[in-house]
């Protein structure tokens, strides 16, 4: 008769990391300063600072996204979920990643304006506002660097901020070639600039929680590397089957399997050996190993 284990948690235990602070400080930094950098960037014609003011704005809603989606995946598993609401934070992630492409098309066609189109900039005021937020976002940048860094919705909203960092740099500088040489198109010049780091890193968060929305296998897991290593670590087995490996979040990856067990073996013994070993192997906490 077949047999299946699984091994969870119990009830009510969170496996969603205890970041919803550190998401809140900075999504208070960046929502403060927004308004000053807006006005800033209107009434000096910076482009780099409005387009860094609206990287702010969608900063300041993607952590309110984050913060609400680390809160709700605290929530404990019910019969309808029965998963819990662990992935409403990937789901978070990958609106962050897709408003930052959405961002960056906005800035290359307003830096495709400014450049065929030039505009008076005032360096001044764009060079204080620019430090501003340049200091403001190395604190939030800071916060939410601090301590676990493996969260992809926390990284996701680090990588917002670094957009925002990378932005306020970009303007710093336009400020001050502005101001000593009066050369304009430096500031949409710099805007696309940084646009294309902003692809970079965002692509980066759009692949990754697409994968697992998608139930791709977890990083450093090969099924034939899981099959090659129970059939060698753990006697008593004949055949390995069935293998699917997928992830909740990145920290919770799970996985299922079929195993036949040579006549004469005990099966609970080769079951409870399979799972030390996708344990300590593969770093693997949950799994449903079924004998037939």
Known sequence: MPMANHD???????????????????????GSFMFAEVIGGVVSGSLALIADAGHMLTDFAS??????????????ADWKLTFGF?????????????????????????????ISNPQEILGGMMLWVALGG?????????VLTRGESDNLNVRAAALHV???LLGSVAALVAALVIIFTGWTPIDPILSVVVVLIILRSAWAVVRESGHILLEGAPAGIDRR????????DVPGI???????AWSVTQERPMIT????????????????????????????????????
């Open 8 to 30: 969870h948690d119990a009830p009510g235990h969170s496996h969603v990391p205890k970041n919803e602070f550190k998401i809140a400080i900075a999504a208070l930094l960046t």
């Open 63 to 76: 952590l309110v996204l984050a913060w609400g989606a680390i809160r709700l995946g605290r929530r404990p």
């Open 86 to 114: 662990d992935r409403f934070s990937i789901l978070a992630a990958l609106v962050n990643g897709l408003t930052l492409f959405a961002i960056a098309i906005w800035i290359t066609i307003e830096a495709i304006k400014r």
């Open 134 to 142: 340049l200091a403001v976002n190395l604190v939030a940048f800071w």
């Open 162 to 164: 670094a957009g925002d």
């Open 225 to 232: 590397d899981v099959t090659k290593v129970l059939m060698n």
């Open 238 to 244: 004949r055949k390995v089957d069935h293998i699917h």
């Open 257 to 292: 399997l079929e195993i036949e067990v040579s006549a004469g073996e005990n099966a609970q013994k080769v079951k409870s050996q399979v799972k030390d070993v996708l344990k300590s192997r593969f770093k693997i906490d949950h799994s449903t190993v079924e004998i037939v």
